[in-house]
């Protein structure tokens, strides 16, 4: 059973940066394609990024390309999202979400784990 924990979200003003953290635990973190999802309020669960299980690919929402990063530190079982140029549209609650072997699907029934989210707030 893999434990996910997010964190990192907050109040932020549109143009400002924020990084998410999601902390892993209970698994063989190196097994897991890793991605973000966000939910909006009346709006469904959307793919944010996604990394494979070994770095190898990573993949962007078109809406947040050229903006926001993936990453992953294997050793210390978390993965980040760097969000930069954060818009009001961006407003939503953050979930990662883990997949054993995975490709890094955008389809949300993939994933096996899913952490409580974090709350990210954009002003305008």
């Known amino acids: 059973q893999v434990q996910l924990v997010e964190s990192g979200g907050r109040l932020v003003q549109a143009g400002g940066s924020l990084r998410l953290s999601c902390a892993a635990s209970g698994g063989t973190f190196s097994r897991y394609s890793m991605s973000w999802f966000r939910q909006a309020p009346g709006k469904e669960r959307e793919f944010v990024a996604g990394?494979?299980?070994?770095?190898?690919?990573?993949y962007y929402a078109d809406s947040v390309k050229g903006r926001f990063a993936i990453s992953r530190d294997n050793a210390k079982n978390t993965v980040f999202l760097q969000m930069n140029s954060l818009k009001p549209e961006d407003t939503a609650v953050y979930y990662c979400a883990a997949d054993l072997w995975g490709l890094a699907s955008a389809n949300p029934r993939q994933y096996e784990y899913w952490g409580q989210g974090t709350q990210v707030t954009v002003s305008s």
């Open positions: 990394i494979t299980w070994g770095g190898g690919a990573i």
